[in-house]
């Protein structure tokens, strides 16, 4: 039918109509299944609830920024949220995968070998980038609520980082939550 139709934008008309197709949202869904959960088996959230949280937004046209917020800020306490407290919930809240596969899967970096010391091929990925990522996560624990037997991804108040390279053993640094290239950030002081 495409190569039959003598229209001169039957190429943008299929474009469009394969994008506003429910084939097209089910496929996304699929691969960013794959791609952000690494075929790990269900531990707090079923896949089916993932699955329709990540097809909605996809055929909502959710923009990706808004997408990454809801799966970085759900904790699963909402019961409307939480299917995208999957990505957290899943690893158990284990702060060195979810620094791995943060970095690695949002911010376009893989400091994987930054744990344990600077980048070998990267010149500009840091120990410091790693271990300022880290302790945002390092703060935070997967616990079951008592009352709904629900489970919550949940961030106690302290958390600063001290990390040594293996390269360099003798010096060790200290870093509060930081995003890469960024300052610290500045914690509220509570009386």
């Given at each position: 039918?495409?190569?039959?139709?003598?229209?001169?934008?039957?190429?943008?008309?299929?474009?469009?109509?394969?994008?506003?197709?429910?084939?097209?949202?089910?496929?996304?869904?699929?691969?960013?299944?794959?791609?952000?959960?690494?075929?790990?088996?269900?531990?707090?959230?079923?896949?089916?609830?993932?699955?329709?949280?990540?097809?909605?937004?996809?055929?909502?046209?959710?923009?990706?920024?808004?997408f990454?917020?809801?799966?970085?800020?759900?904790?699963?306490?909402?019961?409307?949220?939480?299917?995208?407290?999957?990505?957290?919930?899943?690893?158990?809240?284990?702060?060195?995968?979810?620094?791995?596969d943060?970095?690695?899967?949002?911010?376009?970096?893989?400091?994987?070998c930054?744990?344990?010391?600077?980048?070998?091929?990267?010149?500009?990925?840091?120990?410091?980038?790693?271990?300022?990522?880290?302790?945002?996560?390092?703060?935070?624990?997967?616990?079951?609520?008592?009352?709904?037997?629900?489970?919550?991804?949940?961030?106690?108040?302290?958390?600063?980082?001290?990390?040594?390279?293996?390269?360099?053993?003798?010096?060790?640094?200290?870093?509060?939550?930081?995003?890469?290239?960024?300052?610290?950030?500045?914690?509220?002081?509570?009386?």
């Open positions: 039918a495409f190569f039959a139709d003598k229209a001169p934008d039957k190429r943008v008309k299929l474009v469009d109509k394969l994008l506003a197709s429910d084939d097209y949202a089910r496929h996304l869904a699929n691969l960013f299944d794959i791609l952000l959960m690494d075929r790990r088996a269900d531990k707090h959230v079923k896949r089916p609830e993932w699955r329709d949280f990540l097809q909605t937004s996809f055929a909502q046209n959710k923009p990706y920024d808004q990454v917020r809801e799966i970085l800020s759900a904790d699963g306490s909402d019961l409307k949220a939480r299917p995208a407290a999957k990505f957290f919930l899943d690893r158990d809240g284990e702060p060195n995968v979810l620094t791995k943060i970095t690695r899967l949002f911010l376009g970096m893989n400091l994987h930054a744990q344990c010391h600077d980048h070998p091929l990267v010149d500009a990925y840091k120990q410091d980038h790693y271990y300022g990522i880290l302790a945002f996560l390092n703060r935070s624990y997967v616990f079951t609520d008592k009352t709904t037997k629900v489970s919550i991804y949940a961030e106690k108040a302290e958390g600063d980082v001290t990390f040594q390279s293996v390269f360099v053993p003798k010096v060790t640094k200290n870093t509060p939550p930081r995003i890469p290239f960024g300052k610290p950030i500045d914690e509220p002081k509570f009386d």
